[in-house]
């Protein structure tokens, strides 16, 4: 009985891990098409994994899989995706932009937090868009939701809205830039210290030349380097304030370990000592995506719509203004320093 049982529990959860991986790939079918290619394999994923749980509502027969992947994979996603930080070249090279980068980190966040508690909004769900949108998206919220003991429906919802606000924007950067007038080296500062996602900022910047899109994904890099130092400052924020997580202490994120050496592998030993082919670089990339996209349609479905509060849309609202502000004041200081 006892490895029949097992056998069950197994077959349940791989099932779980399937229909994530189902969603993830019906995402990417998605982004394919004209339109939704914009909005990102991730985000049409999570709009589909929270489609589906208004209309079906929650599979609780495959549950522990779902988790699985919401949780292991998710975590498996953020230690690769280390690997899209090359540590060397941000030092190097992008000392300028990384104070830059801080200064954007530290006023989304602040600035976030200030206007939804005057907004009356959800300050803990505020507090998960402010880092998404300083710093690398959904990737950074789902990175630092273990530490802030954050409700999964929570980091579904900010990683979702930072979709949706972050494809709007970098859309409009690619329509603005015929406009502004800016050199390529300003226009890639302007995007890549201020939009969203890595995703985005490629998106927006590649139109405008190599030379932009270099410099934007520079800059971008070190908003993910900040990061680190950003989660450590969390963990000791939230001791010191007697936040706890399961088992009534707070658990260090291992993952975030492996994040940091994952970074110092792809930029100190790989292409260094050792030579990787770029087809391989390039499947461990799409293997992140996938497994990442499968972790927050995990996520995803765990939002209900009818749990939606006025506070929820006052949050969407808080980080919107945020990102407007932040956008424009970017596009200043990048024109003069660009």
């Not at 950074?140 to 409700?151: D, E, R, Y």
């Not at 930029?267 to 990339?285: K, R």
Request: charged share 10%; hydrophobic share 55%.
């Amino acid at each position: 009985m006892g490895q029949i049982g097992l056998a069950v529990r197994n077959h349940k959860r791989m099932s779980g891990i399937g229909f994530t991986l189902l969603f993830a790939i019906a995402g990417y079918g998605l982004a394919q098409l004209p339109g939704l290619d914009r909005v990102g394999q991730l985000g049409c994923a999570i709009l589909l994994a929270v489609v589906y749980r208004q209309i079906a509502g929650y599979p609780e027969a495959l549950r522990t899989g779902i988790q699985f992947s919401s949780k292991t994979l998710l975590r498996a996603a953020i230690v690769l995706y280390g690997l899209k930080l090359n540590i060397a070249i941000v030092l190097q090279q992008g000392l300028g932009l990384l104070l830059l980068d801080t200064v954007m980190v530290v006023s989304a966040i602040g600035l976030t937090l200030l206007i939804a508690k005057w907004l009356k909004a959800d300050l803990s769900l505020s507090l998960l868009l402010g880092i998404g949108t300083g710093v690398c998206g959904a990737a950074a919220i789902a990175a630092v939701s273990p530490i802030l003991n954050a409700k999964e429906k929570d980091t579904a919802i900010g990683a979702g809205m930072i979709a949706m606000v972050g494809t709007v924007f970098a859309i409009s950067y690619t329509l603005l830039q015929p406009l502004l007038g800016f050199s390529e080296s300003e226009y890639g500062i302007w995007s890549g210290v201020s939009l969203h996602e890595i995703a985005h900022v490629a998106l927006a910047a590649a139109p405008a030349g190599e030379d932009a899109l270099a410099l934007a994904l520079l800059a971008k890099l070190g908003r993910v380097f900040l990061l680190i130092p950003l989660s450590i400052v969390l963990m000791i924020w939230m001791k010191r304030s007697g936040g706890t997580s399961h088992g009534g202490k707070i658990e260090f994120p291992w993952f975030l370990a492996g994040f940091i050496g994952m970074s110092i592998l792809g930029s100190f030993v790989l292409g260094h000592w050792i030579v990787v082919p770029e087809h391989v670089m390039n499947g461990i990339a799409t293997l992140t995506t996938f497994l990442l996209t499968m972790g927050m349609v995990g996520l995803g479905l765990n939002v209900c719509l009818k749990d939606f509060k006025a506070k929820t849309l006052r949050t969407l609202a808080a980080m919107a203004v945020v990102s407007v502000i932040l956008s424009v004041a970017m596009a200043y200081i990048s024109s003069a320093i660009g």
